[in-house]
């Protein structure tokens, strides 16, 4: 069965700071993997998704991730965090299946400091 | 363009009483829906989907239940509502293909049962 595990249950940054968010996956073949954002009492916004190709794949908003195989992990990066990026972000994972079940991580919540 | 509608946004029911949340798709057809629930610190766990009209897939056993009367429409419902099963409620639709057409969620509705 696939999951997704986000080791940091809180992160807290500066402003201005850069930041990176760290997932780890378990998948048995290539798996298909997505980062989402949302903001407090709001749905889910996708933020880049990996199919294929390039390892780094550009999202909305100034962020980054990168797969790694070998790792197993998808970290979300960016380089320079601003106040509106407050938030709490989940990193997911999908088999690709035809009803393509996404499995999500616990969530990652990001508070930024002046 | 396609778009997710969701409602109610807020709901606050006591125990035992009848529940039924509505999720409802435009602008394509024969779309994938699911519902997830998302519980505080937990994450988001994925209720049920469906990959056409009359088609339901459980993921996990529990006091709710999910109907496809239409194409692009998605209800939840309870009978008998219990104290664990307030939470926050999200719907979302994907293109037939799954998740290489992503997600799309709604905005969500948070059942507080009392």
């Known amino acids: 069965a696939q999951s997704v595990t986000q080791p940091d249950i809180h992160i807290t940054v500066s402003e201005g700071a850069s930041l990176e968010l760290r997932c780890n996956y378990s998948y048995g073949a290539t798996p298909y993997l997505f980062w989402y954002v949302q903001s407090p009492g709001q749905g889910l916004q996708l933020l880049l998704k990996y199919f294929s190709g390039d390892t780094l794949v550009q999202g909305i908003k100034g962020f980054e991730a990168e797969f790694k195989r070998s790792q197993s992990s998808f970290n979300l990066r960016k380089p320079s965090v601003h106040w509106s990026d407050a938030a709490e972000y989940f990193c997911a994972v999908s088999g690709g299946t035809s009803y393509g079940k996404l499995t999500f991580g616990q969530g990652t919540i990001l508070t930024v400091h002046p | 363009s396609q778009t997710i509608h969701q409602w109610p946004a807020t709901l606050v029911q006591p125990v035992g009483s009848p529940l039924s949340l509505e999720c409802t798709v435009e602008?394509?057809?024969?779309?994938?829906l699911y519902w997830y629930r998302q519980a505080a610190g937990r994450g988001l766990q994925l209720l049920f989907y469906s990959v056409g009209i009359g088609q339901i897939s459980s993921e996990v056993p529990q006091n709710l239940s999910a109907s496809r009367p239409q194409d692009r429409q998605f209800i939840l419902s309870s009978k008998k509502l219990l104290l664990s099963d307030s939470g926050f409620y999200l719907c979302?639709?994907?293109?037939?293909?799954?998740?290489?057409?992503?997600?799309?969620f709604g905005s969500g509705t948070r059942l507080t049962v009392v």
């Open positions: 602008g394509t057809s024969n779309p994938n």
């Open positions: 979302a639709w994907s293109p037939g293909t799954g998740a290489l057409g992503g997600y799309t």
